[in-house]
């Protein structure tokens, strides 16, 4: 019996082993060869300094993972997805679908969306220190996946306050008090506060430029160097259109139907001035993938502070997601995320 | 010694003598795997003479359950040859109701969390899906990274060291979140392995097994009182911690110890980490929109941001709740429930479909957009989780109240299958069953 439990346990560890081999190789590589400065965020002994950025969000988002249906996702559906689909049972009864009034069953709880409203606030400092707050003010009745179970997690239970300070995560309760407490290794933020403020002065010189000069901004990326493969396609409406290949880790390539060998590549559709993003897609050959769609909105608190006056960036308000994905048993679906922002902002001070 | 002094020794001989006689005496039958040693069983001994109580062992790997009971005979559980009270643990109390009709020395059954409808997760050990809900876990996170670094695209600047914060993220999941589902499949996968081999005793322990079938109509004429564990959320979190504590729970020292809890900090790191990665994958993608302005070919790399955090939140999602709903519906503690429900969902003010809208043909992406959240209601049949040890449903523990027959059913909350037995509310039924009359007629018949 001995013998039997140490078998099964060592073919258990060896596949969680090589699971963690590989994502530990992943990081290593990406972190050593990114020569990214990691640092023990003891950051209590160190001085602060001023606040350098402030980033804020207030964000309420719903999410589900649904059945592909021929009205809602016309769209996705291609002959080797609908193939796919109809060697499901449950997939084919919800492909014709019709009216969202019948009654029907819920195969898996993935179906039904959760609503969450969420509150953050980062702090990076002029040494690189950061801090942020996190706030699930999700109300509490809003999610009524919390009643299909007889026993669900109570409010004290709850993670709804996160805090990363003085190089320590601290989660607090609904009820305010702390469950859980670690010492979190921090990263400075030097490099990136560095490069941020390099870009952001660019991008202000750049569009200080464009006022001066007449050339637009499609003519000066046209001559820009553009990765291999990539295109540049203005539309009738004066929308930019990006295309450009994705590279995927092929050993645990997220994307893709199996057997496709087609590289995947992006679509970014960009208003005229180039300057926010209306629309974004990720396909594979003709077979579309992921499709996300923004609304902007006149909302002071979705424009960053360098960008308040009369340039035109500005963060989306609502932004609506489609993506193709497949289940265990390789059933297509849809992964819908749909999100408003309240508030979506960076303040700059420098 | 004079003649009086000896007539009084012999009356307190004889009344000791009647008096053991007299009392019934309890018998321990422990679960599956529990002959092994050291067993979390063993403890119960120390509290026990040869004459009011026996923890006894029995082969119960290889063994069906009728086999178990047959080997365990009146003269080897019963030299002395009292009335006797079975008291068994999971499997131990099939056995026991197995023993019933060939030892008329006993006298009652107590069983705690005993499948007596079967086990819905060793059919799903078995079968191998219920280490699903794990991979499950590791396949959305593995996702979520390889979206996360397919957008970063790392190792150029200036990417690189924008999504510094994202890198870090990634790397303190992996060391809580991705280990810590490691180890519950690594450590429920242990306690069950068992299972996952077909032997007589686990194909007797399948709901659809002859041995539950045949059980279904057996008459138990002794009083029966049957417990089952009722855990709260987080179950599969909670059996994990016991087992992964197995050692210090056989040590008779940690008897009234609980450890159930003990992996609820891995989740609560798990779940702060994904959240401080979602905030990450948000502060980044506000980030690089600069770099984005001066380079366009970053308007890409920050969707793909965009596109990791989803799956981020998905995790979340995951490890907060779907994981153990699935995890319940592995134990059988699911069921579909026609239920009306409203969620909400983001709803355009004007009908107009969503790619004209965006396409600048009816209005101009700088254009206020008005919207709102609007409560839709659905009917649907929905899988509801109910109430489960960790292990086991109540619904599979519970044995009808049939006519003629002694049978109480009692619910003990926050206890998980694999406390029962050795914690110290479980200890506290068993003695009032044996000591009081609290539970009305099924334990004054046990006294």
């Not at chain 2, 069983?111 to 991979?135: D, W």
């Not at chain 2, 686990?202 to 079938?213: A, G």
Request: aromatic share 8%; with cysteine; net charge neutral.
């Amino acid at each position: 019996m001995k013998k039997i439990n140490e078998y099964l346990t060592a073919i258990l560890e060896t596949q969680i082993n090589r699971l963690l081999l590989l994502v530990s190789v992943i990081f290593s590589l990406t972190l050593s060869s990114c020569n990214n400065n990691i640092l023990d965020n003891s950051n209590s002994k160190i001085e602060k300094g001023d606040v350098a950025i402030e980033i804020f969000s207030h964000i309420q988002s719903a999410n589900r993972t649904e059945f592909i249906n021929k009205n809602k996702h016309s769209d996705f559906i291609s002959d080797k997805v609908l193939s796919l689909v109809s060697s499901n049972k449950q997939a084919m009864m919800r492909l014709n679908k019709i009216g969202a009034n019948e009654i029907d069953t819920i195969v898996s709880l993935e179906e039904i969306p959760i609503y969450k409203e969420t509150i953050t606030a980062t702090k990076i400092y002029s040494s690189g220190i950061m801090e942020s707050e996190i706030q699930d003010v999700t109300p509490d009745d809003m999610n009524p996946i919390n009643s299909f179970t007889a026993n669900p997690l109570p409010i004290e239970s709850t993670i709804k306050k996160t805090i990363i300070e003085g190089g320590m995560i601290k989660s607090y309760s609904g009820i305010g008090e702390l469950i859980h407490s670690e010492s979190y290794v921090g990263q400075n933020m030097k490099q990136f506060l560095d490069t941020v403020k390099y870009y952001v002065a660019l991008s202000e010189e750049s569009q200080e430029k464009k006022q001066m000069n007449s050339e637009s901004q499609l003519n000066k990326i046209k001559k820009q160097k553009m990765p291999a493969g990539a295109k540049i396609i203005e539309l009738s409406n004066g929308n930019v259109v990006l295309e450009q290949f994705i590279e995927t880790n092929k050993n645990t390539a997220s994307f893709s139907i199996k057997g496709s060998s087609e590289r995947l590549r992006t679509r970014t559709e960009l208003n005229p001035e180039m300057t926010k993003t209306i629309k974004f897609e990720i396909l594979q050959g003709e077979q579309l993938f992921e499709r996300r769609t923004y609304f902007y909105s006149e909302n002071k608190l979705l424009k960053n502070s360098k960008y308040a006056v009369n340039l035109p960036n500005e963060n989306p308000e609502v932004v609506k997601s489609e993506v193709l994905v497949f289940n265990r048993q390789g059933v297509p679906m849809i992964k819908t995320t749909q999100e408003r922002y309240l508030r979506n902002q960076m303040i700059f001070h420098f | 010694m004079n003649q009086k002094k000896y007539m009084l020794l012999c009356l307190l001989v004889l009344v000791i003598i009647s008096s053991v006689n007299g009392q019934k005496k309890v018998v321990w039958l422990h679960g599956l795997q529990g002959d092994q040693t050291p067993s979390t069983w063993d403890m119960y001994q120390t509290h026990f003479t040869s004459t009011n109580g026996q923890v006894v062992k029995y082969a119960s790997v290889f063994n069906s359950v009728k086999s178990a009971a047959a080997s365990l005979t009146n003269e080897k559980i019963n030299p002395s040859n009292q009335d006797i009270i079975l008291v068994g643990h999971s499997m131990g109390g099939l056995v026991s109701r197995s023993m019933l009709p060939n030892n008329s020395k006993i006298k009652g059954l107590i069983s705690a969390g005993s499948p007596n409808q079967g086990s819905n997760l060793i059919a799903n050990a078995i079968n191998g899906k219920v280490f699903n809900v794990f991979e499950t876990g590791v396949s959305k996170s593995s996702v979520a990274i390889d979206k996360s670094l397919t957008a970063a695209v790392f190792c150029a600047p200036p990417v690189s060291t924008i999504a510094a914060p994202v890198a870090l993220g990634l790397n303190a999941f992996k060391n809580t979140a991705l280990v810590g589902l490691g180890v519950a499949k690594s450590v429920i996968g242990d306690a069950i392995s068992v299972y996952t081999t077909i032997t007589p005793c686990t194909q007797d322990l399948l709901p659809s097994s002859s041995y539950v079938k045949e059980s279904q109509s057996q008459y138990i004429n002794v009083p029966y009182l049957n417990i089952y564990g009722a855990e709260d959320y987080w179950q599969v979190v909670r059996i994990a911690g016991s087992f992964l504590n197995m050692d210090k729970v056989k040590k008779a020292e940690n008897m009234d110890v609980s450890y159930d809890e003990s992996c609820f900090p891995t989740m609560y790191s798990a779940l702060s980490i994904t959240s401080q990665i979602q905030t990450a994958h948000n502060d980044v993608y506000q980030a690089l929109v600069y770099p984005a302005i001066v380079m366009p070919w970053i308007w890409a790399t920050r969707e793909l941001v965009l596109s990791a955090r989803y799956d981020w939140d998905g995790v979340y999602r995951y490890l907060e709740t779907d994981m153990h709903n699935n995890f319940a519906s592995m134990v059988g503690a699911n069921a579909y429930e026609l239920r009306s429900y409203c969620v909400e969902e983001w709803v355009e003010d004007d009908n107009l479909p969503l790619l004209e809208r965006v396409s600048g043909k009816i209005i101009s992406p700088s254009q206020p957009t008005t919207g709102h959240w609007e409560r839709v209601c659905h009917t649907s049949y929905v899988p509801v989780t109910l109430e489960h040890d960790g292990i086991l449903t109540s619904k599979a523990v519970i044995v009808p109240e049939s006519k003629g027959m002694k049978i109480m059913n009692v619910r003990v909350p926050h206890v998980n299958h694999q406390e029962m037995g050795n914690q110290i509310e479980m200890r506290k039924i068993f003695e009032k069953a044996y000591n009081s009359d609290q539970y009305g007629q099924i334990f004054n018949l046990l006294k």
